[in-house]
């Protein structure tokens, strides 16, 4: 069974930082493209980052570019995000997926984690 | 760029049948989909991918009352013998150049 297992969210203040972590079983986590999703209170789901299979190609919306960095540890398992000078906006549940195709080069999501919630406030 | 353009809204009765829309940006109509849904106060949930030909691949444990199909730009999932648990919000999602993904903005379905 695929397991998703997001931790790191929190309670911040605007302008700080906080590393999100996702732990992923029962599939082999190196093979896969893997992202980050984020719903807002009461908004839909928006697309936040991906990283390729061996980590060497990072990808971001326009919204969190040059704040998050997205990156990967495939003998752990793990996958990380890296947020920087959180915003108020940036207050959200933040969800690790994985693509559906094995040495994939794009994202079809299969299988979501139960997301870590981020709120940025002051 | 893609973008994935769905109605805010749809109802149907208990027991009815019901198809949702999502349709791609000029430009994307051969692009494969995939639609996961979000019951209320839960995680998003993977249903299945929709390939522009129509066939799509479910997810484990997905009932066979959800389906989906294409034309065109178009790729549909209808959802039949309606039952209270389908009450949820319904996104489609897709990705373009390198990886960005994509979301529509999602339909919430109700239930009568």
């Known amino acids: 069974e695929v397991l998703l297992s997001e931790s790191g969210g929190g309670v911040v203040q605007p302008g700080g930082s906080l590393r999100l972590s996702c732990e992923a079983s029962g599939f082999s986590f190196n093979r896969y493209v893997m992202t980050w999703v984020r719903q807002g209170p009461g908004r839909g789901l928006e697309w936040v980052s991906a990283?390729?299979?061996?980590?060497?190609?990072?990808f971001y919306a326009d919204s969190v570019k040059g704040r998050f960095t997205i990156s990967r540890d495939n003998l752990k398992n793990t996958l990380y995000l890296q947020i920087y000078s959180l915003r108020v906006d940036d207050t959200a549940l933040y969800y690790c997926?994985?693509?559906?195709?094995?040495?994939?080069?794009?994202?079809?999501?299969?299988?979501w984690g139960q997301g870590t919630l981020v709120t940025v406030s002051s | 760029q893609l973008v994935l353009t769905q109605s805010p809204s749809a109802s149907a009765s208990l027991g009815a049948s019901v198809k949702l829309t999502c349709t791609l940006s000029?430009?994307?109509?051969?692009?494969?989909i995939a639609w996961h849904q979000q019951q209320p106060e839960k995680g998003p949930r993977f249903l299945m991918s929709?390939?522009?030909?129509?066939?799509?691949r479910k997810g484990d444990g997905i009932p066979d009352r959800f389906s989906g199909s294409s034309s065109g730009a178009e790729r549909y999932l209808t959802i039949s013998s309606l039952q209270s648990e389908d009450e949820a919000v319904y996104y489609c999602q897709a990705w373009y150049t390198g990886i960005h993904v994509v979301f529509g903005g999602g339909t919430k379905l109700t239930v009568l």
């Open positions: 990283i390729s299979v061996s980590g060497d190609k990072t």
């Open positions: 929709l390939r522009s030909d129509g066939s799509h």
């Open positions: 000029s430009g994307h109509s051969d692009y494969t």
């Open positions: 997926a994985k693509d559906v195709t094995p040495g994939g080069t794009g994202m079809l999501i299969d299988n």
